[in-house]
């Protein structure tokens, strides 16, 4: 296929889920079933476009060694495409801000990965929101056993959802991505608020919850503040390199002239501070607390944000930039940081997940757990581990929570068959019995669980899982670093209890005797919603065989199995690192590991071992109706913690939220606002109060009064001289006549006496 088309495609992958979002809000949303197959028919087309184009890069790759694809290694950029942007410095050198679209090897895997979860779960969507069935008139909230009245604006912004998360993997720099970024955390922002009328009246024993609304808000602000940091470190990035597309930037020609420039102190700050993103997009602690929230949205939001798109998106950004975090590791101790947090948040979440009794719950801090497994192998320079484990989590993850999202469907149904709408049909403490009410459900979400867990050779989570532990082994016993241990230790710990909590999960939903007439009358899903799991389990089980290790069963001849996607995934960052290998800002080149029985060991015994223990506690013996919980009396207070979540949502609480609504109450309400602003306003508002009033008086007393004497002094004048004003003309000669007699009498008196040459005398 030529490189114009491949192009040409690889640009339009996005577009058709972002067009269908403009479609149904312009012009379908109310034609709820044209809105609905409009989203399937955009994602489908991006899955057909996502295979054509990674499937165009698996026979290059194929087509030559595979065990050193020469062609992949010096050209791992297969397909590229960029427009320009935005005109930026000096005009007249034409500068422009480029933006633009790229595939490479790791880039191939995650369009295989993200179409598939994502068109599973639109696929699912329609029967999860009853399509079909009367319609509901309540907006904002569940309508149980009727068809969502909002199901075009769902689809919609799962199409909104979808077509970012797509645009954000075949982007070529980090402006794209960063765009990508965003869009998802509008859209997660939404949807988990999609229920936005929804509140609960919940009584002691009661799982807690917050109405979707503040969920959504709390999701919002949490990853806003590791946005913030995320967008100070790519400015950075920019003014550092030059540029933000990530094959100039991360070559190693750029890292080596970076290194002398700013030097590797810089280059950790910068890494950080761009891991700061994945922090709160992944749900890594400490901005870890709003994804298990966002449980309040649909269940297809649910396995959107955990498998196919948002938290997977924190996770891709770290790999993506992987030559730049390798370099950093090496030369500060950025290594410790992401390691820290990533087995950190991994054993944490592990912790609270067995004490949870919400059937997501237990699945979300499961997924806070698993992305640790990730962050944690990249602080240890793992780059092949952190990226296979990404795309097995996805795929076993989607299975889990659309199973589970099927689950709660059963138990709704039973709620509408007993008119019972005060049992939580999300607790596992009211299930019981399911395997043989759903069967399809409870088959495949025992695989997904499996895989999960790790069970030995046969699911995709146990050979990803087995590669964290190598390379922290590795780290450890090759390389002398505490930190592989730490983190080894951690990991094994997080994966033990990842197991019993799995099983314990599996117990308490399918085994054992109905609890409730809730799972007495429930029943299996629609087509819908159980074709999905058909599919996902397939992937659950067999994306992890494309990357058993090459010495696992080797002989002397050589090895029985080839690691593919340790060959396809490294060959894109395997020039640039062994060339940062001989300029020693790294320690390792991308290369096999040196075998080692420790971490299969491992794996197989944690897996084993904690499915073991979870049956014993919670399998054998099925937990009965109103049964306590069997760890509850064994952890006494501990138990507590756990179920309280460490008290992390309590901690901030009064930490951050509590001093910032006393700061903004107090200080600056009261004291800021109404003390300083408003003090000042009242002051200059009573000043010139005052000179106004005295302006008033004056114009009162001075002008007003002034001009009204005078007024009525003329008015006075006239009303005297009005009165020789008769209208009688007899009056009027009378009056005339005693003038000129008077006038008369004066002259004659005057003349008389002498005066007149006297009065002349003054005129002359």
């Given at each position: 296929?030529s490189q114009e088309t491949?192009q040409?495609l690889?640009?339009l992958i ?7 979002f ?5 012009f379908t949303?109310?034609?709820?079933t044209l809105s609905?197959?409009?989203a ?8 057909v476009?996502?295979w ?5 890069l ?6 030559h060694?595979?065990?050193h ?9 297969q397909?590229?495409?960029s ?8 005009f ?10 790229a595939?490479d090897?790791f ?5 295989i990965m993200?179409?598939v979860a ?10 999860y929101?009853?399509?079909g069935k009367?319609r509901?008139?309540?907006l ?6 009727k ?5 075009s604006?769902?689809f919609a ?6 077509g ?8 070529d720099n ?12 509008f859209?997660?922002?939404?949807l988990?608020?999609?229920w936005y009328?929804r ?7 009661d799982?807690?919850h ?7 808000i ?5 990853t806003?503040v590791?946005?913030v940091v995320m967008?100070l470190g790519?400015?950075y990035f ?5 540029t933000?597309?990530f094959?100039?930037?991360?070559s190693?020609g750029?890292?080596?002239?970076a290194?002398?420039?700013i030097?590797v ?7 950080l ?5 994945t922090?709160?997009?992944s749900?890594?602690w400490p901005?870890?607390t ?5 449980m309040?949205?649909?269940t297809?939001?649910?396995a ?10 924190g ?9 730049l975090?390798?370099?950093?590791i ?6 410790w940081v992401?390691a820290g947090?990533?087995?950190f ?6 912790t609270?997940?067995?004490?949870q ?8 801090y499961s997924?806070i757990?698993q992305?640790?497994?990730m962050?944690?192998a990249?602080g240890?320079?793992a ?7 990404l795309?097995?989590?996805a795929f ?8 589970s999202g099927?689950v ?10 007993v008119?019972?709408?005060?049992t939580?049909?999300q607790d596992?403490r ?12 409870f ?13 030995p ?11 964290i532990f190598?390379?922290a082994?590795f780290v450890?016993?090759?390389?002398a670093?505490v930190?592989?241990l730490?983190?080894?230790v951690m990991?094994?710990?997080a994966?033990?209890?990842t197991?019993?909590y799995t099983m ?5 939903t ?9 799972a007495?009358?429930?029943?299996e899903?629609?087509?819908f919603?159980?074709?999905p799991l058909?599919?996902?389990s397939?992937f659950a ?11 696992f069963?080797?002989?002397?001849n050589?090895?029985v ?9 490294g060959?894109?960052i ?7 290998y001989e300029?020693?800002?790294?320690a390792h ?9 420790v971490?299969?060991i ?8 904690g499915?073991l ?6 399998g054998?013996?099925?937990l009965?109706k ?8 064994p952890?006494?207070p501990?138990h507590?913690?756990l179920q309280?979540?460490?008290?992390w949502d309590e ?8 001093p ?15 003390g ?6 009242h002051?200059v508002?009573?000043?010139?109060y005052?000179i106004g009033?005295?302006a008033?008086?004056f114009?009162?007393t ?9 007024k009525?002094?003329?008015?006075a004048?006239?009303?005297?001289v ?8 007899q009056e ?10 008077a ?10 006496f002498?005066w ?6 003054w005129?002359?």
């Amino acid at each position: 296929m030529s490189q114009e088309t491949l192009q040409t495609l690889t640009w339009l992958i996005p577009a058709g889920p972002l067009l269908v979002f403009f479609l149904i809000v312009l012009f379908t949303r109310n034609n709820r079933t044209l809105s609905w197959v409009l989203a399937w028919a955009g994602v489908i087309g991006a899955l057909v476009l996502s295979w054509i184009v990674a499937f165009d890069l698996f026979g290059t790759f194929l087509s030559h060694d595979v065990s050193h694809p020469e062609e992949l290694i010096e050209h791992p950029v297969q397909v590229a495409s960029s427009i320009d942007w935005l005109p930026i410095g000096d005009f007249a050198n034409n500068t422009w801000l480029k933006i633009g679209v790229a595939v490479d090897p790791f880039t191939a895997v995650m369009l295989i990965m993200v179409s598939v979860a994502v068109t599973m779960i639109f696929i699912y969507s329609v029967g999860y929101h009853n399509y079909g069935k009367p319609r509901g008139t309540v907006l904002g909230s569940p309508n149980h056993g009727k068809e969502e009245p909002l199901i075009s604006r769902f689809f919609a912004l799962m199409s909104l959802f979808a077509g970012a998360m797509l645009l954000l993997v075949v982007s070529d720099n980090l402006l794209l991505l960063f765009i990508g970024w965003e869009i998802m955390g509008f859209c997660s922002y939404s949807l988990i608020g999609f229920w936005y009328s929804r509140e609960y009246h919940l009584e002691p024993g009661d799982i807690p919850h917050i109405s979707p609304r503040k969920a959504g808000i709390k999701a919002f602000m949490t990853t806003r503040v590791a946005d913030v940091v995320m967008l100070l470190g790519i400015v950075y990035f920019y003014s550092v390199f030059g540029t933000l597309n990530f094959s100039e930037a991360l070559s190693a020609g750029s890292l080596e002239h970076a290194y002398a420039e700013i030097g590797v102190g810089m280059l950790g700050v910068m890494a950080l501070l761009i891991f700061t993103g994945t922090v709160g997009k992944s749900a890594q602690w400490p901005l870890h607390t709003w994804l298990p929230d966002a449980m309040e949205g649909p269940t297809p939001v649910s396995a959107t944000i955990h498998a196919a798109a948002m938290v997977s998106a924190g996770v891709y950004l770290i790999v993506r930039i992987f030559p730049l975090i390798s370099v950093a590791i090496e030369g500060t101790g950025a290594g410790w940081v992401i390691a820290g947090i990533g087995a950190f948040t991994a054993l944490m979440a592990a912790t609270i997940a067995v004490a949870q009794n919400d059937v997501k719950g237990v699945l979300a801090y499961s997924t806070i757990s698993q992305l640790g497994f990730m962050v944690a192998a990249v602080g240890l320079g793992a780059y092949i581990a952190a990226a296979f484990h990404l795309i097995t989590h996805a795929f076993f993850k989607a299975l889990l929570f659309l199973a589970s999202g099927s689950v709660i469907h059963g138990m709704e149904h039973g709620a509408e068959h007993v008119h019972d709408h005060h049992t939580d049909p999300q607790d596992m403490r009211y299930m019981g019995g399911l395997r043989h009410k759903m069967p399809i459900t409870f088959w495949t979400f025992v695989i997904g669980g499996m895989s999960l867990s790790g069970l030995p050779l046969v699911t995709a989570g146990f050979w990803s899982k087995d590669e964290i532990f190598a390379d922290a082994w590795f780290v450890w016993t090759n390389d002398a670093k505490v930190l592989g241990l730490i983190v080894f230790v951690m990991l094994a710990l997080a994966a033990f209890l990842t197991a019993f909590y799995t099983m314990r999960q599996l117990s308490m939903t399918f085994l054992g005797k109905p609890r409730t007439p809730l799972a007495e009358h429930a029943h299996e899903s629609n087509g819908f919603m159980t074709f999905p799991l058909v599919i996902l389990s397939i992937f659950a089980v067999a994306a992890g065989w494309v990357g058993i290790p090459d010495n696992f069963l080797g002989t002397e001849n050589g090895s029985v199995f080839v690691n593919l996607y340790h060959h396809f995934v490294g060959a894109t960052i395997e020039e640039p690192i062994a060339e940062l290998y001989e300029l020693h800002l790294v320690a390792h080149k991308i290369e096999t590991l040196p075998w080692s029985w420790v971490p299969l060991i491992t794996s197989v015994v944690v897996a084993l071992g904690g499915l073991l223990v979870g049956y014993l506690i919670y399998g054998r013996k099925p937990l009965e109706k109103e049964q306590q919980d069997p760890l509850i009396r064994p952890l006494g207070p501990l138990h507590s913690f756990l179920q309280n979540k460490w008290y992390w949502d309590e901690l901030y609480h009064l930490v951050f939220i509590r001093p910032t609504v006393y700061f903004s109450e107090v200080i600056v309400f009261e004291v800021m606002d109404k003390g300083i602003i408003d003090g000042i306003l009242h002051l200059v508002a009573r000043v010139f109060y005052g000179i106004g009033e005295y302006a008033r008086r004056f114009e009162l007393t001075v002008v007003s009064g002034g001009v009204d004497w005078v007024k009525d002094q003329f008015l006075a004048m006239t009303k005297e001289v009005r009165q020789l004003q008769t209208g009688k003309v007899q009056e009027y000669v009378l009056v005339s006549g005693l003038i000129a007699a008077a006038l008369a009498f004066m002259i004659i008196f005057l003349i008389n006496f002498g005066w007149s040459e006297q009065i002349m005398s003054w005129f002359q």
